[in-house]
């Protein structure tokens, strides 16, 4: 751990006269409040690159302190401490208050930080590999199956990378089996929308505002309906139109019918978390990712890119605040033992009973992949396109370098202005035709006393070389 008193004679070094106190130790860093003085934070803020290059550290990052106006520095500890899933809350008040308990991770001071889906009403979570962000998703999911049954609650897990929600293909709470295909998944989630909107107009029957009021009017209960996505770059790239107008329409107005969005992505690019889908999306988790640039296409600022991994991570939240926590480690053995220890009563499935047609997905995909067989034809004729185009500019310059030369051997001599006047290109492609008949020995360099530049190819010799 780094000494706050070494800390201190850095900062004086490097002229900034700030007071260090006490470290408050967490898990992964120790954040040292300062006592600013005359020193303004953006100063500091500024200089901590060369500050962590001076400590001899990865990086520090500058913030205030949550829950008070104490500006501090979050320094990594030399010795990291591991935070065990075992040391989730079990049964806190908190847990049974929220419909969708979601345990992000531990603060500084020890406390959890717990947030309800249902009313965030969506996530997104990005970082690079080896952050922790697939490890969080498993803890969410794995919290969610020992308080809720399937009665209560429902997932859609989609896996382009067919490894990361294996585990979970037994699991009654499953609309499905998880979907590995992108043009399936992108076929689910239109899916989803269109139950949506059905789920509005049954809502509206009963006069009730959202699914919390129609579960306490309505005899069939509607459960919640959790959609997951381990990687949403890969459907993005599979059919960006396509599954971008859906998660919107799911984003916009699935909260009421308690249908939610847990999209996770490890190429947390503007092109795969565009605009459209993060403006509807104001609960954000950030692991350590590799540039500035994806840290501000996850929470609109930078930050991400100075945490240490394996965990470490900053949630933002719907008031817009910052918090950097330590998301707790999930091993294999830990995620068996919750599939285990589920929350499983008798279960009869009415629900799919009742909404079973809405998720059939035939007609869908095959609209899916004739729009897909389109855009590739499409693409694939513009390509030959272009390729045919490319030929033809070819022959047009093989042929304007055959006319110059004619030309230069009829004048005995070549001139730029002479190529533009004979009506056989623009100026700026005369002066490459000149380029390359000087090249070919044809003509010699231009000449400032003649003012042209002369032939240097035998005529004689030209007309017995031609068949």
């Known amino acids: 751990m780094t000494n706050r008193h070494h800390l201190e004679k850095t ?3 490097m002229d900034l006269k700030v007071a260090v106190m006490a470290p408050i130790n967490g898990h992964s860093i120790s954040v040292y409040p300062l006592r600013l003085g005359e020193v303004k934070g953006e100063r500091v803020q500024s200089q901590l690159d060369e500050l962590a290059g001076r400590l001899g ?10 829950g008070s106006s ?5 320094v990594p500890n030399q010795e990291r401490q591991a935070l065990s899933a075992r040391e989730i809350p079990r049964d806190s008040k908190t847990t049974k208050q929220f419909n969708l308990a979601m345990h992000i991770g531990m603060d500084i001071y020890g406390n959890w930080k717990t947030v309800d889906l249902a009313t965030a009403p969506h996530m997104l979570i990005g970082g690079g590999t080896g952050s922790g962000k697939s490890t969080a998703v498993h803890g969410f999911i794995c919290n969610l199956i020992k308080h809720k049954n399937a009665n209560q609650v429902r997932f859609v897990m989609i896996d382009p990378k067919r490894v990361e929600l294996n585990y979970y293909r037994n699991l009654e709470h499953l609309l499905c089996p998880p ?3 992108p043009q399936t998944a992108v076929a689910m989630l239109d899916a989803l929308a269109d139950h ?3 789920r509005y107009a049954l809502l509206e029957q009963e006069t009730a505002r959202d699914i919390a ?3 306490k009017r309505a005899r069939a209960k509607l459960p919640y309906i959790i959609i997951i996505v381990d990687e949403l770059a890969d459907l993005m790239l599979a059919s960006k139109g396509l599954c971008e107008k859906a998660l919107v329409r799911l984003a916009q107005k699935a909260r009421a ?3 939610h969005l847990l999209l996770a992505t490890q190429q947390p690019k503007s092109e795969i978390v565009t605009s459209l889908i993060k403006v509807n999306i104001p609960v954000r988790l950030a692991f350590a990712v590799g540039n500035h640039h994806e840290s501000r296409a996850i929470l609109d600022s930078g930050g991400a890119e100075q945490l240490l991994g394996q965990g470490d991570c900053l949630f933002y939240n719907r008031q817009g605040n910052l918090s950097r926590l330590q998301n707790p480690f999930m091993s294999e053995e830990d995620i068996r033992k919750s599939l285990n220890n ?3 009563g008798s279960f009869r499935d009415t629900f799919m009973q009742q909404h079973g047609d809405d998720f059939n997905l035939e007609a869908r995909l095959n609209t899916i992949r004739t729009a897909s067989t389109r855009t590739s034809s499409t693409r694939t004729s513009k390509t030959t396109d272009s390729a045919s185009k490319q030929v033809d500019q070819v022959d047009k310059d093989a042929q304007l370098f055959e006319d110059a030369k004619q030309l230069a051997i009829t004048e005995g001599k070549l001139t730029t202005s002479t190529l533009v006047n004979s009506d056989l290109c623009s100026r700026a492609k005369a002066q490459r035709i000149m380029h390359q008949l000087r090249k070919a020995g044809v003509i010699g360099e231009h000449s400032p006393k003649l003012g042209y530049s002369p032939l240097l190819l035998d005529p004689e010799q030209e007309t017995k070389n031609k068949p």
């Open 196 to 198: 949506m909107d059905k």
């Open 70 to 74: 104490r500006y501090g520095l979050e």
């Open 57 to 66: 550290i990865p990086a520090i990052r500058g913030a205030f302190i949550d």
């Open 213 to 215: 009021s129609y579960n």
């Open 179 to 181: 979907i590995t295909d």
């Open 257 to 259: 019918v308690g249908i």
């Open 342 to 344: 589920r929350a499983f």
């Open 11 to 13: 900062l004086h070094e």
